[in-house]
């Protein structure tokens, strides 16, 4: 089968196209023909090095979509033919992959396998960052960064729905088109504005109760800076770049709280995906979560929606076809 091997990290240009092994499964997994695949900012900081691999060769991706051909020894959870989605299983850069049963999701008769490739890891993400960092309730105020990305979007879109009013942070008029769209409140352009300016004169110095950034580096201490009293930054991501070592005395002023959080802890037990994953899966078919993929390539070309991504030419969610 043809799949994506990088032998070292570095730029998109390590990612090669090649012959790869087909996979058998082993005791509790499953092998899943793979029909599109998740492309996530989690993928880039591997490659880059910022988060490295283990070990090499190593195949990206966390996310797909297909269709189950072989079952290991003692797989209940799913069985040959069914459609199903999945997260959080590293090597979905392929055309198959051997994956562990627990994780897989079978999704909806009429969801098609673009939708079902650009929902879990994303939408998951999205559901217990909302849901379950901290207590929120309608008319709180929220910062979510990088509001026109794939988990910008999705973000928005639920705290909307639990009443808060969201700020966000895009770099350009058209993706400021897209956040609106998406619900949110007030957009800042951090090409032109300082947010943190923006924020305390938007919110008369209260600042706001939750922030939610996958930037990091450019953005962290300021962000701290802005939060009200008892609020809560959820660091969840480092895309500008890691966050250095972290003051506890920062947190003195206001009595504010920082979490790191991941999706596999919020996933941890089979029982915990699914009701996350089918309430992710139910939104997105009904319409009343909107995704947004806005570029789908060729598997061939994984290093160019690398460098897309990477270099902020894209909005919403990517997406790459065996």
């Excluded at 008769?109 to 901290?134: K, P, S």
């Excluded at 962290?220 to 500008?240: N, T």
């Excluded at 909107?290 to 460098?307: D, F, G, I, M, Q």
Aim: proline content about 5%.
């Amino acid at each position: 089968m043809k799949g994506i091997r990088a032998y070292e990290t570095g730029s998109p240009d390590v990612l090669k196209y090649e012959e790869m092994p087909e996979p058998a499964p082993a005791s509790g997994e499953a092998v899943v023909a793979i029909r599109n695949i998740g492309v996530n900012y989690t993928d880039v900081s591997s490659r880059k090095g910022t988060n490295p691999p283990a070990t090499f060769p190593w195949t990206p991706g966390r996310e797909a979509s297909g269709v189950v051909t072989a079952i290991g020894e003692g797989v209940t959870e799913v069985s040959v033919g069914d459609r199903v989605a999945y997260a959080m299983h590293t090597g979905s850069y392929a055309e198959q992959q051997a994956v562990s049963a627990w994780l897989l999701v079978r999704i909806p008769d009429e969801m098609d396998f673009e939708t079902g490739a650009a929902t879990l890891l994303q939408c998951m993400t999205a559901h217990f960052l909302v849901n379950d960092i901290i207590p929120l309730r309608a008319g709180q105020r929220a910062l979510v960064h990088a509001g026109a990305g794939g988990m910008g979007l999705l973000l928005i879109q639920m705290l909307k729905r639990m009443g808060l009013h969201v700020y966000t942070t895009v770099s350009t008029d058209e993706k400021a088109a897209m956040a609106n769209e998406a619900g949110a409140d007030d957009v800042i352009l951090y090409t032109q504005q300082d947010f943190e300016e923006e924020i305390r004169r938007m919110t008369d110095g209260e600042g706001v109760k939750i922030i939610y950034d996958a930037v990091g580096a450019t953005t962290f201490e300021k962000g701290l800076r802005i939060l009200g009293r008892r609020g809560c930054m959820a660091l969840y991501g480092q895309a500008g770049g890691p966050v250095g070592m972290v003051d506890s005395g920062m947190l003195r002023n206001g009595s504010l709280f920082l979490t790191r959080p991941t999706l596999g802890d919020y996933t941890a037990t089979r029982p915990e995906l699914l009701q996350r994953a089918e309430e992710c899966l139910a939104w997105v078919q009904s319409g009343e979560i909107k995704l947004n993929v806005t570029l789908n390539l060729p598997l061939s070309e994984a290093s160019e929606a690398h460098r897309r991504l990477e270099g902020r030419e894209t909005t919403g969610k990517i997406l790459l076809t065996p």
